[in-house]
């Protein structure tokens, strides 16, 4: 039977999963959270990574959840800062997560599934993984939410790397902070009769990253045309945080004596190419990346069938 609801992913569990989920509550925004929350279970370099949720559904509220990272040093002196030709710890480059904030933000726009439901799908897959300490990780932000940052559990493994004793810039006023991730989307472009929706700041160079990091993408659509998506710069090379089974990107940017800082707390700039389309009513029609790899779900009016478009 033809079917408007479609998700897909560039990773096949991920999709699997993702596709049980949007079957079940039969919702866009659901099965993304729940998927982004599968793969911080499934692998150890998404959950301290940089995201970006959209979301669109009727009447046009199109909205972007800005997961960057955070620039760390939140209530702590400057420190004295490395000498320009001076080598510079892994610890100096461990940014504040905030990926989990801006999932579970966009969750609370949807009530088909609770926020501890979402994330146990984390729990369980770690689980199988045999990644029993990233599971308990998991764990904790399915019955803490975001605070499970902020706890031993998590804080301590995360400090005893990033920290200033170790030559970074991590505390626990970064783990503890609440930032602002839900925004509208913003203007892009107009093709046609249609308007792309998305953040300025998805548009960058990310050259830097080639082979430390790899797009994670999920997009999907329901019967109800909302739509809904995530792209995760998914880190392949970094900071090992051992304790936790995690994998941390080279995100912050060091101090250097004479340079102007960073602000502590500031988003960090990276490439999330995602987006939705609009049409002239202001309904929702398709959620894609926009650039190589190109993943997209698009409902066109009237049809009672979703397309996909995938690398082949």
């Given at each position: 039977?033809?079917?408007?609801?479609?998700?897909?992913?560039?990773?096949?569990?991920?999709?699997?999963?993702?596709?049980?989920?949007?079957?079940?509550?039969?919702?866009?925004?659901?099965?993304?959270?729940?998927?982004?929350?599968?793969?911080?279970?499934?692998?150890?370099?998404v959950l301290l990574s940089p995201v970006v949720f959209v979301t669109a559904t009727g009447g046009g509220d199109a909205r972007i959840f800005d997961g960057r990272l955070r620039q760390p040093g939140l209530?702590?002196?400057?420190?004295?800062?490395?000498?320009?030709?001076?080598?510079?710890?892994?610890?100096?480059?461990?940014?504040?997560?905030?990926?989990?904030?801006?999932?579970?933000?966009?969750?609370?726009?949807?009530?088909?599934?609770?926020?501890?439901?979402?994330?146990?799908?984390?729990?369980?897959?770690?689980?199988?993984?045999?990644?029993?300490?990233?599971?308990?990780?998991?764990?904790?932000?399915?019955?803490?939410?975001?605070?499970?940052?902020?706890?031993?559990?998590?804080?301590?493994?995360?400090?005893?790397?990033?920290?200033?004793?170790?030559?970074?810039?991590?505390?626990?006023?970064?783990?503890?902070?609440?930032?602002?991730?839900?925004?509208?989307?913003?203007?892009?472009?107009?093709?046609?009769?249609?308007?792309?929706?998305?953040?300025?700041?998805?548009?960058?160079?990310?050259?830097?990253?080639?082979?430390?990091?790899?797009?994670?993408?999920?997009?999907?659509?329901?019967?109800?045309?909302?739509?809904?998506?995530?792209?995760?710069?998914?880190?392949?090379?970094?900071?090992?945080?051992?304790?936790?089974?995690?994998?941390?990107?080279?995100?912050?940017?060091?101090?250097?004596?004479?340079?102007?800082?960073?602000?502590?707390?500031?988003?960090?700039?990276?490439?999330?190419?995602?987006?939705?389309?609009?049409?002239?009513?202001?309904?929702?029609?398709?959620?894609?990346?926009?650039?190589?790899?190109?993943?997209?779900?698009?409902?066109?009016?009237?049809?009672?069938?979703?397309?996909?478009?995938?690398?082949?």
């Open positions: 039977m033809p079917s408007r609801s479609a998700l897909l992913a560039s990773d096949p569990d991920v999709e699997a999963a993702g596709q049980l989920v949007l079957a079940e509550t039969r919702s866009a925004i659901a099965s993304v959270v729940h998927s982004y929350f599968y793969a911080a279970g499934l692998f150890p370099g209530g702590a002196r400057r420190p004295r800062g490395f000498l320009p030709n001076q080598e510079i710890p892994d610890a100096a480059k461990l940014a504040t997560p905030v990926g989990t904030q801006a999932a579970l933000v966009a969750l609370a726009y949807d009530k088909s599934l609770t926020p501890s439901a979402a994330v146990k799908a984390g729990v369980v897959v770690a689980r199988k993984a045999g990644a029993r300490r990233r599971m308990r990780v998991m764990e904790r932000i399915a019955a803490a939410g975001v605070s499970a940052f902020s706890e031993s559990v998590v804080a301590h493994p995360l400090l005893a790397v990033g920290a200033a004793s170790q030559g970074g810039m991590l505390t626990l006023s970064d783990l503890r902070q609440v930032c602002a991730v839900d925004q509208p989307a913003t203007l892009l472009a107009k093709r046609g009769e249609e308007f792309e929706m998305g953040a300025q700041w998805q548009l960058g160079n990310f050259a830097k990253e080639k082979g430390r990091s790899v797009a994670l993408v999920v997009c999907a659509a329901d019967a109800h045309g909302r739509f809904a998506g995530f792209f995760c710069r998914q880190a392949m090379k970094g900071i090992a945080i051992d304790e936790l089974e995690l994998l941390a990107p080279f995100a912050a940017v060091p101090v250097i004596r004479s340079v102007t800082r960073v602000t502590p707390g500031s988003a960090l700039a990276c490439d999330l190419p995602l987006c939705v389309r609009l049409d002239s009513d202001g309904a929702p029609r398709e959620v894609e990346t926009l650039t190589v790899p190109h993943y997209a779900v698009r409902q066109e009016r009237g049809k009672r069938t979703t397309k996909i478009s995938r690398p082949r």
